[in-house]
Structure formats: C-alpha cells, structure tokens
C-alpha cells in the first residue's frame, strides 16, 4: 500500500484546510486509516481515525470538534477537515493505513504533509 498526502500549507489561526490522502496498491486489505501528527520536538500523536467497513470515527480531544475525518472508498482517499486552527496544530501530518492479508497485521505511512498555522 502507498499513501500520498496533500493539502498541507500556511494558514492563519482560525483558518481551515482540508488534507486528503491517496491510497493505492492493495487498498482492499485496509481495515483503518487514521491521520497522526508531529510537531517539532513532540512525539507523532493520533489525530484522527476512521475504520473502512462500518467507518466508525475517533479523534483526540485536541482536535474534538474542530477536525472531521472521512473517506471515499470507491476513490481509495481520506481526508481530514480542519477548522478553527491553532498554532499549537502545526505540525507534519502523516497519513496512515493498517491492512490485514496473509495472517499478518501491517502499517503503512506516507511522507506527510506540513500545516503551519500562524497567530
């Protein structure tokens, strides 16, 4: 499975983006995708998650209300909708996929997408 994120960049507090990422390879052995972040000098911490059959959500209180995350099956993409930023939301975020095939439970990562977020 390969993960690409888009849709980082420079905002202003209060502000939003919208990041998404593309999944392709063999997407049909997905069972979640979450987004995580990190900031500089922070360990990477869950954000968001969303799992492919019952698309059943979770967030962090950090981000409860604020950020809402969804996913097109058909297309193999997910995104995360951020308002109402903070600047304490700046950080690298990383797209993530768990797959189950062959017995054996895996993770995969993109490369992450950058929101800075200026107050």
């Known amino acids: 499975v390969q993960l690409v994120e888009s849709g980082g960049g420079l905002v202003q507090a209060g502000g939003s983006l919208r990041l998404s990422c593309a999944a392709s390879?063999?997407?049909?052995?997905?069972?979640?995708m979450r987004w995580y972040r990190q900031a500089p000098g922070k360990e990477r911490e869950l954000v968001a998650g969303i799992t492919s059959g019952d698309g059943i959500t979770n967030y962090a209180d950090s981000v409860k209300g604020r950020f809402t995350i969804s996913r097109d099956n058909a297309k193999n993409t997910m995104d995360l909708q951020m308002n109402s930023l903070k600047p304490d939301d700046t950080a690298v975020y990383y797209c993530?996929?768990?797959?189950?095939?062959?017995?054996?439970?895996?993770?995969?990562w993109g490369k992450g997408t950058l929101v800075t977020v200026s107050s």
């Open positions: 390879g063999s997407t049909y052995s997905i069972t979640r």
């Open positions: 993530n996929a768990r797959t189950f095939s062959n017995d054996a439970w895996r993770d995969y």
